[in-house]
Structure formats: structure tokens, C-alpha cells
């Protein structure tokens, strides 16, 4: 069987291209999910700016429950790759089928988890007496599709790991459009409003869950998709090196949670909701930066591992290169566009001049730092992908620590929506720190002088 891409062969610059950019815009599909859901839900008659205030309650929850599939999607398909790279197929089956596994228990038993304390969550995470019908709406349907949408995240990396990314593209694709085509039939013509929003989604994840099983058992596949007894050593290793994605995904939610907090808490009964639905497009526009960087940088993590494994420095360090190259003509673009257009963005949403306003200005005030982003994405997603997880755990804690004291600090020496400002300060002094850590650190191992032990096996 011939492979689409030779991780180990083919040329640097193109492998970069054909991994990368179809996870990219794999990714971007992927953020369709809910900022459609978001459009459709702000554009609901009469109660739309409440109904979208209510699902950026549960946005924090939704990003919580999405970090399990990185934790053994990225944390296996690591390994995995490793083991090919090593040309060590049966290990490499041992661990695709103990991360499948594992995924199927922590997905179920998170479905019942979530159902149970939903309430609790809701109300710890900011719904006030006007969202929390809708919260509440949103939050139970969707995670009743929590056990499709975590298995197909977490295997879809699997695809991309074994040198097909364009059918790992294909995953995100096929339930974004899904969605996209559900959203307006169930929330106005079947006029379910924010439920319908719900079902939708759910839908659309079953069906990506469905091909990216499928095409797991594809007998093209260089190691096809099987079910395991759990094996505790290969499940500490998986979870070893997932665990800094995951932790990094994880606090997501507790940075938005901090962001709705804050903002209900000085914003007060009259304006508090205002701040976070204008917080809920922003954090809508600036996933249609951070997700095609995941995207770049989490679609190079196979063929940096590949050649870790193959003990290959010279041909990792031409892909950090063309990476970061990537990253940073995208960050560039990106911040051109948020200051010229956003308010194009904004009308999607609303056309409350109140909302938009304080929207527009919000946008240009979280894209401040973008471009120095790109230089700590592509840093953390390299370390990950060489086992060195404590560096990059740290690295990114660093960062979300940073723009959760900022956060709460702002409003409280100025105004409410001063806290629109911590994030460019957490990602601009993040981004410097990281690169000091790489020319210090990083460097050393690339240039042949040190060695990783954190992925030895």
C-alpha cells in the first residue's frame, strides 16, 4: 500500500502544506459549529441577544468537554506516531485501540456527569436570571451528544497521523455542513430557537463520529481501528503526554468563565448582560484566528513526532521553520482584517448599534497581540509533539494565569470592559517568554547538543 504522505521522505516545505493547511481549514470548518449556532441564535426575533447571551454561558462548558478528546487525541496519536516513525506497527495498534477505548468510557461517563451537575454549572459560570432558561436549553442537548462529538475529535488526529489529512479535513467538513443546513430549519422553521440550535449541532457531530469511524476501519489505513482492554501502562503514556493539551483546552473554560464572571460582576444588572453577549462575538471572531493556528500547528505534531522517532533533528527543524512561517502570515493577515473589517463580522450577529458598537471595539482590542501569538503556538505545539510537556504545560499555564489575574484586575483599577484588554497583554508577554524558552531550551535539542527523555518508552 502506498501512503499519501512520507513523513519521513517527502519534501519539508510540502509536507508542511499538505498536512497543516487541510487541518487548518479543517479547524476553521470545526468553528463553524458555534459561531453558526451563534449567528442563527443572535438573529432569533425579540429574545436573540438574550437567547446568544445564554450559549456564551455555555461556552466554557462546551470548551471543558472538548478537551477530553484532545487529552487521547492528541496524547495518543503523539505515541502513535512515534511508533510508526520507529516503524513499529503493532505498538502503534496497541495504542490506537487503548485511546479508542478509553475515549468510548471517559466520553460516557462524562454524558452523565455533565447532565446531573448542569444547573450548578450554569450558575457558577455566570447565568443570570434572563440566560439561564436559555443556558440551560442549549446546555442539555448538547451534552447528550457528548460521547459522538469527543469520539470524533479525539480520532479523527488518528487520520491526520497516518498521513491523510485531507480526509481528517474532510471529518470537520462534513458536520459543519451539516450544521449549517440544520441551524435554520430547526431554530425558525421548525422555530425550536435555541434547542433547535442544539440539535443541530448534535446531529452534526454524529455524522462526522460516523466517517471518522468508518474511515478508521478502512483497510488503506496503514493501522486499522480496533477495541482493547484498557492496558494501565499505555493509558498512563497516552495520558502522560495528552495531558498539556488537554490542560491547555481545559483552561479555556476557566478563562471564559473568569471573562463572564467579571464582566456580570461590574457591569451590574444593566450591563452586564450587554458586555457578554458583545464578549460572546468577540470570543466568536478570535476563534477564527486561534482555531486555523491549532490547525497549523496541531497538523505539523505527526510529522514532527514521525521524525522524532526516526531520529531525524534536521528535518524537524526545517518544520518548525515553515510552521512558523505559515503562522505568522496568518496572524499578519488576520490582524489587517481586524482592523479594517470587523464590523462586517459584528452585523452577522446583530444589528443593535449598542451590541455592535462595543463589539467592533472589543474585536480590535483582542487582536492587539495576535502576530507575537503565533510565536507561542507554534513553540508549545512543537514541545508537545517532542514530549516535552512540562516546558510547554508551564508555558501555557503561564499565559492563561496571566490573563485571568489581568482580567480581574482591570476592571476593578478602571471600567468593566477594560478586561477586553487582558487579552492582548497575556498573549504578547506569553509569546516573549516562549521565545527566550526556545533559544535557551528548544534550540539545544534541535541542534543535536541535548536530549528529550519525556517521550522515551
Request: hydrophobic share 50%.
Amino acid at each position: 500500500m502506498k501512503k499519501t504522505n512520507d513523513f519521513g521522505r517527502d519534501s519539508i516545505p510540502l509536507l508542511v502544506l499538505k498536512t497543516s493547511v487541510p487541518f487548518m481549514f479543517a479547524q476553521f470548518v470545526n468553528v463553524l459549529y458555534s459561531i453558526v449556532d451563534r449567528i442563527y441564535v443572535g438573529n432569533i426575533p425579540v429574545t436573540g441577544a438574550e437567547a446568544l447571551a445564554g450559549v456564551g454561558v455555555c461556552a466554557p462548558i462546551v470548551t471543558l468537554l472538548s478537551s477530553f478528546g484532545t487529552l487521547f487525541g492528541i496524547g495518543g496519536s503523539v505515541l502513535f506516531s512515534v511508533r510508526l516513525g520507529a516503524g513499529d506497527k503493532k505498538g502503534a495498534r496497541k495504542i490506537l485501540a487503548n485511546s479508542f477505548t478509553m475515549l468510548i468510557i471517559v466520553s460516557l461517563t462524562l454524558t452523565l456527569l455533565f447532565l446531573l451537575m448542569k444547573e450548578q454549572l450554569l450558575n457558577w459560570f455566570g447565568a443570570s436570571e434572563i440566560t439561564f432558561p436559555y443556558a440551560e436549553t442549549y446546555l442539555t442537548i448538547y451534552t447528550a451528544g457528548t460521547f459522538f462529538a469527543l469520539l470524533s475529535m479525539g480520532m479523527n488526529y488518528f487520520i491526520t497521523a497516518q498521513g491523510f489529512p485531507m480526509l481528517g479535513m474532510m471529518t470537520t467538513l462534513i458536520g459543519a455542513l451539516v450544521n449549517i443546513v440544520l441551524d435554520p430549519v430547526f431554530i425558525f422553521l421548525m422555530d425550536m430557537g435555541v434547542a433547535g440550535a442544539a440539535v443541530a449541532t448534535v446531529i452534526a457531530q454524529t455524522s462526522s463520529c460516523l466517517f471518522v469511524l468508518c474511515t478508521l476501519r478502512r483497510k488503506k489505513m496503514q493501522v486499522p481501528l480496533g477495541v482493547t482492554r484498557p492496558d494501565p501502562h499505555t493509558g498512563k503514556q497516552i495520558v502522560k503526554i495528552g495531558f498539556c493539551p488537554f490542560l491547555i483546552f481545559a483552561t479555556d473554560s476557566i478563562i471564559i468563565i473568569a471573562m463572564n464572571a467579571v464582566l456580570q460582576y461590574y457591569g451590574g444588572p444593566d450591563y452586564g448582560d450587554t458586555l457578554i453577549t458583545a464578549a460572546t462575538i468577540v470570543q466568536s471572531y478570535l476563534l477564527l484566528i486561534t482555531s486555523p493556528m491549532l490547525g497549523i500547528t496541531g497538523g505539523s505534531q505527526p510529522l514532527i513526532s514521525f521524525n522524532y522517532g526516526a531520529n531525524r533533528p534536521d528535518r524537524i527543524r526545517k518544520t518548525f521553520f515553515w510552521v512558523l512561517m505559515l503562522c505568522f502570515c496568518f496572524t499578519t493577515f488576520m490582524f489587517a482584517v481586524s482592523r479594517i473589517a470587523p464590523q462586517y463580522f459584528v452585523a452577522i450577529f446583530t444589528d443593535d448599534p449598542q451590541y455592535a458598537e462595543l463589539a467592533v471595539w472589543g474585536i480590535r482590542t483582542f487582536t492587539l497581540m495576535i502576530i507575537p501569538l503565533s510565536f507561542q503556538y507554534v513553540i508549545v505545539d512543537g514541545m508537545t509533539a517532542l514530549g516535552m510537556t512540562k516546558t510547554s504545560l508551564t508555558l501555557s499555564l503561564f499565559r492563561k494565569s496571566l490573563y485571568i489575574a489581568a482580567t480581574c484586575i482591570l476592571p476593578a483599577l478602571f471600567e468593566a470592559r477594560s478586561a477586553f484588554y487582558a487579552e492582548p497583554v497575556a498573549d504578547g508577554t506569553a509569546a516573549a517568554l516562549s521565545c527566550v524558552v526556545f533559544f535557551f531550551v528548544y534550540r539545544k535539542y534541535l541542534r543535536g547538543e541535548g536530549r528529550l527523555d519525556d517521550i522515551k518508552m
